[in-house]
């Protein structure tokens, strides 16, 4: 199977075969509730004939997504609680995430902003971007801007690199970070002019969104190569989704393909409670007892923090597994073997005071 434009449909899905005729009607009613589209190159990686085909499961739309769990939010992280002006999420005081566009190359059924993003979703308005930009202006203590949407990378370069020079231009502005799933999902898009418009004197990173071993085809590697090259370090995020990554042979393999594309892995999201997406997310247990078996098998430049988001916009808290007993006592081994450690504080330190320092940073 080979598609040759993005399938932005279910008719597109079947015309492509694939999805069965007989699903039509019923992923008519998904699309017309959340966004569709698979680009060509995703489309290529996907096995119509395995129904378990873990690219599948990320961009087709499944009938269970209509389904809400009570527990399930349509604004999972709680963005809009945090917003000062439209376009910004000020959650921790040094950094904000600044939401430019609102559509992505492709859709993906577990997206925790599903709800808000969507090809007629659109962008910031030009005077919703200039009243963003002096909300960071006029803020200090801002010294991390995230560039994140939808995907910030679907912007013309032209538009991009305007928003990269206003932001660079501001003083406090020290690191400029940007989420996106493009060299994956439209690596042909990740050309020259683009890795130029997000080159400027502050520090730069871009954060790949990939979340199996098969997304890294040759042509991806190729566009992550793009900004590598170019001096602009990578890190990845990836969601821990059932049926696509929750065993540890295929996130040991995610892992190392990133770390051997020159990709840190920086982030392993617990599944938001989106809507619609509890046939993807794992528990929490199971998300740690892989993170436990990725400790025991990876390298330490192969290990994300396993992250959750908490619910009602209160951020980020690791919850990967604790190798340390409740008292200090014990230490677990990558090979889970137990070991003793004592758990005295240093005399030195208790007399001077400097572990309370140190946790009152
Ligand atoms: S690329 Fe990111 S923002 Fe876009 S649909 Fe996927 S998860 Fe959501």
New binding site residues.
């Given amino acids: 199977m080979t598609a040759a434009k993005v399938l932005r449909s279910p008719a597109d899905l079947v015309a492509a075969q694939i999805v069965r005729p007989n699903r039509l009607a019923a992923l008519e009613q998904v699309a017309a509730r959340y966004a569709v589209a698979i680009t060509p190159e995703l489309a290529e990686l996907i096995d119509p004939s395995d129904p378990h085909d873990a690219i599948a499961r990320q961009f087709v739309p499944d009938e269970r997504e209509l389904a809400m769990h009570p527990d399930e939010s349509p604004d999972p992280i709680g963005d809009d609680a945090h917003s000062p002006v439209e376009g910004v999420v000020h959650r921790y005081p040094d950094r904000v995430l600044l939401k430019v566009v609102n559509a992505?190359a492709?859709?993906?059924r577990f997206?925790f902003?599903?709800e808000t993003?969507g090809p007629g979703q659109g962008g910031l308005s030009r005077a919703a971007l200039a009243a963003a930009l002096d909300y960071i202006r006029a803020t200090p203590q801002i010294w991390e801007v995230i560039l994140t949407?939808?995907?910030p990378l679907v912007l013309s370069p032209r538009r991009l690199k305007d928003v990269v020079a206003q932001l660079a231009a501001i003083g406090h502005v020290k690191v400029i970070r940007v989420h996106t799933?493009l060299p994956v999902a439209a690596p042909e898009r990740v050309t020259a002019a683009l890795v130029r418009a997000l080159r400027s004197d502050k520090a730069t990173f871009v954060v790949l969104?990939a979340n199996h071993p098969r997304e890294l085809t040759e042509q991806a590697r190729v566009a992550c190569a793009r900004f590598i090259d170019a001096g602009i370090p990578m890190l990845s995020q990836s969601v821990l989704l059932r049926g696509v990554n929750d065993d540890v042979a295929t996130l040991g393999a995610l892992m190392r393909t990133l770390v051997e594309c020159r990709i840190k892995p920086y982030y392993l999201h617990h599944a938001d409670l989106a809507p619609g997406t509890a046939h993807l997310r794992t528990t929490i247990a199971e998300g740690q007892a892989l993170l436990r078996a990725l400790h025991g098998r990876t390298s330490g430049l192969c290990q994300p923090a396993y992250v959750l988001d908490i619910p009602g916009g209160h951020g980020k808290s690791p919850i990967g597994p604790n190798y340390l007993s409740a008292d200090g006592s014990t230490i677990e081994d990558f090979d889970g073997r137990r070991h003793a450690y004592p758990s005295t504080v240093p005399l030195d330190h208790a007399a001077t005071g400097k572990i309370t320092a140190v946790s009152n940073l």
């Fill in positions: 992505c492709v859709y993906c997206c902003r599903r993003v949407g939808g995907d799933r969104h």
